[in-house]
C-alpha cells in the first residue's frame, strides 16, 4: 500500500478511545473493506460514521443532494449478515459510496441537477452503481453538478451551490464537485463521477483528492436506450472514480470496467504492458502557469526521477488544435441536445448562461461538412501523440494552469469563458483523445489550496497511471484534512 493521500488523522471518541482506524474520517475504501471482512467493525458503524460526517459537514458545503441514511444502514446490515454467516461480502465491503446526480441509482431520481427532471427515477441502477454494490459498497447519497454537467464550477436551481471546503471563495470545480467535495471531507470514501471536459479531474484538483478519467470505452457509461446519444457524448465522456488514494482508485476501476451490453461503446479492454519507463513534463499549455501550479508540477516530477522514472520535458503535440476541436464540436452538440425547444424547459439559470458565452466564445460548426471535417481532423492529431506516447509514454502537466478561480468563475461573458477553458486545454485534449488520465494531489501550495497534476497516458494504459501515481503520493507532502469550516 502507497502513503495515505492525508496526513494521519488524530480522532478520538467522545469517550477518549482512539476511533478504530476504519472509523476515522480519511480511512481508505480498502482499509474499510478489509476491516469490515475481518469483522474488526461492521458495515452499519461504518455508514453511520460516514452519516455523522455528512450531518456535520454537507449544510455548508452543498456537496449531498439526497442523503439515503435508512436505505444505506438497511443495505450495510446485509454486508454485516454476510460476514457473520461467513460468507463473502465483496472487496468493497461496507464501503460508503456517493453516486453523482446523473448516473442512475434506484433510490433517487436521476436529475442530472435540472428542475426538468426532478421525478425521473430510474427503473434499474447504472451498470457501474449495480457493480460497486455487488461488490459489497454502500451508496450513502447523490452528489451534486450543475445542469447536465455543463458547467467548470457546480451550482444548479435545484439543489444550490457546492462550495470548496478549503475556501468557500474558490470554486469547487464541476461538474463533479458534489462528489469531489464528498470524497475530500470524509462524507464518502468513493464518489462516482463522470468526465466529459475535465469533469472528474477538475474537482479532484480543486478539493484534493485523486480522480481518474478512463480510456474511452474501459468503463460503462449510461445504458443505451433507443434516444439517441450525441456523438461527442459518446467520444469523449467517461464515467470514473474519485478517492482518497491511487489504491483505492485502482480497486473501484477494477470492479467498474469491462464490456456492457447496454453500451455499445465499451469493452472489455486489453492489458497494456512493457512500456518505457519514462514521462514527458508538459510545461507550455496556451496559457501562463500559475507559479504554485508550477510548483506542483516540479514536485511530482522529481517524485518520478525518485522512484526510477526517466523524466524529460516535452511539447503536447498540437495541443491548442485538439483543444479548439473539442470545444467547436461539443458547443456545437450541445445546441442540439439541450435546445430549451425539445427538452420543453429552460436550463437553470447558470447553464443558461454557461451554454449562452461558451458556444458564442468557441463558434459553433455551421454545416455538416465543417462537422464532418472536424472529426475527420481528429485521426491527425491522435496520430501524432501516439507516435510521441510510443516513446513517452505518460505526459505530466497540470489540470488546470490556474489556482482554482472564484465561484461563477466560468459565467460573465465571452472572456470569462475563453479563460476557463484556455486554463484546460491539455485537460480536454485528453477527453479529444479518449485518453486515460489521473489527477492526483500535489501538497499543499502557499494559498491554502491543494496543488495538484494530472498524468496521461495511451488508451488501456491505466495500471502505468497507478504506478507513476503511487510514486507520486510516497513523494509529495500528504494533504492535511480540509478545514472544518
Known amino acids: 500500500m502507497t502513503a495515505p493521500r492525508f496526513a494521519p488523522d488524530p480522532s478520538a471518541a467522545d469517550d477518549g478511545a482512539a476511533v478504530p482506524p476504519a472509523l476515522a474520517p480519511r480511512a481508505g475504501a480498502a482499509e474499510i473493506a478489509a476491516a469490515v471482512r475481518r469483522g474488526d467493525v461492521t458495515a452499519v458503524a461504518v455508514v453511520d460514521a460516514h452519516l455523522d460526517r455528512i450531518a456535520q459537514r454537507n ?19 446485509l454486508v454485516d449478515a454476510a460476514v457473520a454467516a461467513g460468507s463473502d461480502p465483496g472487496p468493497l465491503a461496507g464501503v460508503p459510496i456517493s453516486v453523482k446526480e446523473n448516473i442512475d441509482l434506484t433510490w433517487s431520481a436521476t436529475t442530472n441537477g435540472w428542475r426538468g427532471m426532478a421525478e425521473a427515477i430510474p427503473a434499474r441502477d447504472a451498470t457501474i452503481v449495480r457493480r460497486l454494490r455487488e461488490a459489497g459498497a454502500v451508496p450513502v447519497a447523490r452528489g451534486n453538478m450543475p445542469d447536465f454537467g455543463m458547467r467548470w464550477d457546480t451550482d444548479n436551481d435545484v439543489f444550490g451551490r457546492t462550495r470548496n471546503p478549503w475556501n468557500p471563495q474558490r470554486s ?37 483528492v485523486t480522480g481518474l478519467r478512463p480510456s474511452r470505452g474501459r468503463v460503462p457509461r449510461a445504458a443505451v436506450t433507443g434516444y439517441p446519444v450525441a456523438l461527442t457524448l ?35 479492454a486489453p492489458v497494456v504492458r512493457d512500456l518505457p519507463r519514462r514521462v514527458g513534463v508538459v510545461r507550455e499549455v496556451g496559457t501562463a502557469v500559475a507559479p504554485q501550479v508550477a510548483t506542483g508540477i516540479e514536485r511530482a516530477a522529481a517524485s518520478l526521477a525518485s522512484a526510477g522514472w526517466d523524466v524529460v520535458d516535452v511539447e503536447a503535440p498540437r495541443l491548442e488544435e485538439a483543444a479548439v476541436l473539442w470545444r467547436r464540436l461539443s458547443c456545437t452538440d450541445m445546441l442540439v441536445s439541450l435546445d430549451p425547444a425539445a427538452l420543453g424547459m429552460p436550463l437553470g439559470r447558470s447553464a443558461t448562461a454557461f451554454l449562452r458565452d461558451s458556444t458564442a466564445a468557441a463558434r459553433p460548426y455551421d454545416t455538416a461538412r465543417e462537422y464532418a471535417e472536424a472529426w475527420a481532423q481528429r485521426a491527425v492529431v491522435a496520430a501524432d501523440w501516439r507516435r510521441l506516447q510510443a516513446d513517452v509514454p505518460l505526459i505530466l502537466g497540470p489540470v488546470s494552469a490556474s489556482r482554482m478561480r472564484e465561484p461563477d468563475y466560468d459565467l460573465g461573458g465571452q472572456d470569462a469563458a475563453d479563460d476557463a477553458w484556455r486554463d484546460l486545454w491539455l485537460t480536454v485534449a485528453a477527453n479529444f483523445l479518449g485518453l486515460p488520465t489521473l489527477a492526483l494531489p500535489a501538497g499543499l501550495g502557499d494559498d491554502g489550496m491543494p496543488a495538484g ?10 495500471d502505468a497511471l497507478f504506478e507513476a501515481g503511487r510514486a507520486i503520493e510516497a513523494g509529495v507532502p500528504p494533504l492535511p484534512a480540509p478545514p472544518a469550516g
Open 453 to 462: 497534476v494530472q498524468l496521461i497516458g495511451p488508451l488501456f494504459a491505466e
Open 59 to 77: 449544510g455548508d458545503l452543498g456537496a449531498l443532494t439526497v442523503v439515503f441514511a435508512e436505505r444505506a444502514r438497511e443495505a450495510a446490515s
Open 172 to 208: 469547487a470545480g464541476g461538474s463533479s464537485g458534489g462528489d469531489a467535495v464528498s470524497v475530500a471531507t470524509g462524507m464518502s470514501a468513493i464518489g462516482l463521477g463522470n468526465d466529459f471536459g475535465g469533469s472528474l479531474r477538475l474537482p479532484a484538483y480543486a478539493a484534493g
Open 234 to 268: 459518446q467520444e469523449f465522456s467517461v464515467n470514473g472514480p474519485m478517492a482518497r488514494s491511487v489504491d483505492d482508485i485502482a480497486l473501484a476501476l477494477s470492479l467498474m470496467q469491462g464490456r456492457d451490453a447496454d453500451d455499445p461503446v465499451s469493452v472489455d
